[in-house]
């Protein structure tokens, strides 16, 4: 059947060579890559990490684990607006939005607020959508932390136990910090 443009390409088959036929030039070709991996890794410094123990330094356009921020005088940012929720093209953000009570306002910054918020680092792309689209700067991806490793898949889903960035300011860096279970306990006895 003939194309309607008569633009398709012509290609002749050419009879292959004996030695094409046994797969010679690719076999030696392939043992060429790997005799050159294995004499650069003997003489050069070795190429992999032993992570989590040692790390390779971050790119500056790093963008790793992510932090709800605090402003000034300690209260959430968060005012589960749901836009980064909306902007996260993995589905990996999920909230329910709560309304402050009296006397909380200490504690949250607007009248709304996140009463759960959950990030699913196995579906996370760490694209940092989610951070453009936060019209309170509430969620800052840290350019020197990344997700550590572990071994159960619900522990991949980072709470706000997890997120919040602490209250003390001394517990604070510029960048943010990730809050462990420990200090999350510590806060919230802070707080009450």
Do not use: W
Request: aromatic fraction near 8%; proline fraction near 6%; charged fraction near 30%.
């Amino acid at each position: 059947m003939e194309s309607l443009s008569n633009r398709a390409k012509k290609l002749e088959k050419k009879p292959m060579t004996l030695a094409e036929r046994a797969y010679l030039p690719a076999i030696f070709q392939g043992l060429s890559i790997t005799m050159q991996h294995f004499f650069r890794a003997a003489t050069k410094k070795q190429i992999t990490v032993r992570y989590p123990e040692e790390t390779r330094p971050f790119s500056p356009v790093f963008r790793g684990l992510h932090v709800l921020k605090r402003d000034e005088q300690g209260r959430e940012r968060c005012t589960a607006c749901g836009l980064c929720a909306v902007a996260c093209p993995a589905e990996a953000i999920t909230m329910v939005a709560g309304e402050r009570k009296k006397g909380e306002q200490n504690l949250y910054r607007e009248e709304k607020y996140a009463v759960s918020y959950e990030i699913n680092m196995l579906r996370c792309i760490f694209c940092g959508l989610c951070e453009e689209a936060c019209p309170k700067a509430a969620i800052y991806l840290q350019a020197d932390k990344m997700a550590p490793p572990r071994y159960e898949r619900d522990e991949f889903i980072y709470g706000k136990d997890r997120l919040v960035e602490p209250v003390s300011p001394d517990n604070r860096s510029k960048r943010g910090i990730q809050l462990t279970p420990e200090q999350a306990d510590k806060l919230r006895g802070q707080l009450a």
